[in-house]
């Protein structure tokens, strides 16, 4: 059964360490997306890539905040230096174009002391 | 204004009984409508697609209409099981576009 795979699960660090988390997308999808979700602000979209191509970054604060695909297989998100305010869910989900159904991963928890 | 609403709820119904939520969007030129469910502390799932001349799954259905900027969602004989978030989901008309998710209404359903 194909899933999006996302590591790691939880994840508590203290403020001004750097936090990564990985993402394995459904093999075959071409589209990988990032959100973040919290009681607040509920999903929100932060980089989105087509075809391993960035199309879209600008719901992400860019001088903490960085999101790569190094290859099909592999999405990553930086924080660095991570923020108390950056605790939350973050979802990545992947999909087979822009306009269809969008199959997310369980999320990584992310608690920053 | 955001670019899609729904309202938050809670709305808490008894078991059977019919709820509807809706969602309006802001930018006309959207292509694709979709429904999402999300249980607590889980991912967020598609429930249904939502078509032009409406759809049907089960004891859900779906309309949308293009020229109000919104699209609805109807349960019928609500189950225990129904209880979720229920999120609004439209789709960029390019690739220029973002996906936008709605907040979220949440759905309780009583004995």
């Known amino acids: 059964d194909a899933r999006v795979t996302q590591t790691p699960r939880h994840k508590v660090t203290e403020m001004g360490q750097e936090v990564t988390m990985r993402c394995q997308p459904i093999?075959?999808?071409?589209?990988v997306f990032w959100y973040r979700q919290t009681m607040m602000q509920g999903l929100e979209l932060l980089a989105y890539?087509?075809?391993?191509?960035?199309?879209?970054d600008s719901g992400m604060p860019k001088d903490r905040f960085s999101a790569e695909m190094p290859d099909a297989t592999l999405a990553t998100l930086k924080i660095q230096p991570s923020e108390p305010r950056d605790s939350a869910v973050y979802f990545c989900?992947?999909?087979?174009?822009?306009?269809?159904?969008?199959?997310f991963g369980e999320g990584s928890r992310l608690t920053v002391l | 204004r955001k670019e899609v609403e729904q309202d938050p709820g809670p709305f808490n119904v008894p078991e059977g009984a019919t709820v509807a939520f809706n969602c309006t969007y802001s930018?006309?030129?959207?292509?694709?409508f979709f429904w999402y469910r999300q249980d607590c502390r889980k991912e967020p799932k598609l429930l249904m697609s939502?078509?032009?001349s409406g759809n049907e799954d089960g004891r859900f259905t779906a309309q949308l209409n293009r020229a109000s900027q919104y699209i609805s969602l109807l349960i019928r004989d609500s189950k225990l099981s129904d209880s979720a978030t229920y999120l609004c989901?439209?789709?960029?008309?390019?690739?220029?576009?973002?996906?936008?998710f709605g907040s979220g209404t949440r759905l309780s359903i009583r004995p």
């Open positions: 930018n006309s030129a959207s292509q694709s």
């Open positions: 989901v439209v789709s960029p008309y390019s690739s220029a576009s973002k996906i936008i």
């Open positions: 093999l075959g999808h071409n589209t």
């Open positions: 939502v078509y032009s």
């Open positions: 989900a992947s999909g087979l174009d822009l306009y269809g159904e969008l199959f």
């Open positions: 890539f087509r075809n391993r191509a960035p199309l879209d």
